[in-house]
């Protein structure tokens, strides 16, 4: 079976690529953060579970805590879940008033069988706070594609099985102003991610 957490080498150069672009321009106060000055825009057009359009704009003035995966994911995706939400809730323990400027997404990258009915159900599962996003399949690869974000769907090994979806194990940070500022060890602990809200939520 395929490992679905993997950073695998395609996310691995792009995000270099596109930081060493950003080395380049100089850096200066907004340097800081390391997703500053790189290629990733951090912009989307989906929809929420009950239909209604959502864009990263919709988010002016809030951080957003983004996470790609899917709900048939067996043993990645909910671990991952886990522990970007107890760290959130680490972090709204001793920031109370920061951390509801922090809004936790959940992105599918499998349109095709998660159903708006099927993320609600799964995103209430870990937090009222999360909300759960999907598109169609462009809007999807945009939305993937905006953060450089790599998956590919692997056949199921028996004919007519599941089929599964490769992707990293990776959370992102978007500052106030939509612009992507950090990537978040989701696949670490609670704490590590708790800790890395508290070195950039402002």
Known sequence: MPARGIRFAPLALALAASLSLAACDGGGATADAPLYGSALTGAYTLSDTRGRPVSNTDFAGKYQLVYFGYTYCPNVCPFDMQRMMRGYDLFAEEHPDLAADVQPIFVTVDPERDTPEKIAEYTNAFSDRLIGLRGTP??????????????QKIDPVVEGGDYDIQHPSIGYLVDREGQPMALVPVEQSPEAVAAELEKWVR
């Not at 999807?140 to 450089?148: G, Q």
């Open 138 to 151: 462009e809007q999807t690869e945009a939305a993937a594609a905006a953060f450089f974000f790599t998956h």
